[in-house]
Nanobody
Framework: QVQLVESGGGLAEPGGSLRLSCAAS????????MDWYRQAPGNQREWVAG???????NYGDSVKGRFTISRDNAKNTVYLQMNSLRPEDTAVYYC?????????WGQGTQVTVSS
């Protein structure tokens, strides 16, 4: 069973930074595309960033230039470095991958940006 476990969420002030981690099991993050999504209360789940098998990264317009997705193949973990945080970044952040035709999601980690 593929498992994705997010961590690193918490409270940050506007302009601050957080780094989220997504530890994977049963798949290798080096050979599967990995994505980060987020969902704020009352909103639909929004795609934030993705990294392809080949290492190409892509970002949603709302986070471009502030967030960076990366992976550590040795630790089998994907990261989301979030800088210049804004109150509108407040959401539950989820890691997602696809394997054998199925989508797998982590349990999510809460990020709150507030002074």
């Amino acid at each position: 069973q593929v498992q994705l476990v997010e961590s690193g969420g918490g409270l940050a002030e506007p302009g601050g930074s957080l780094r989220l981690s997504c530890a994977a099991s049963k798949i290798r993050v080096s050979i599967y595309a990995m994505d980060w999504y987020r969902q704020a209360p009352g909103n639909q789940r929004e795609w934030v960033a993705g990294i392809t098998r080949g290492g190409t990264t892509n970002y949603g317009d709302s986070v471009k230039g502030r967030f960076t997705i990366s992976r550590d193949n040795a630790k089998n973990t994907v990261y989301l470095q979030m800088n210049s945080l804004r109150p509108e970044d407040t959401a539950v952040y989820y890691c997602k991958t696809g394997y054998m035709g199925d989508a797998y999601w982590g349990q999510g980690t809460q990020v709150t940006v507030s002074s």
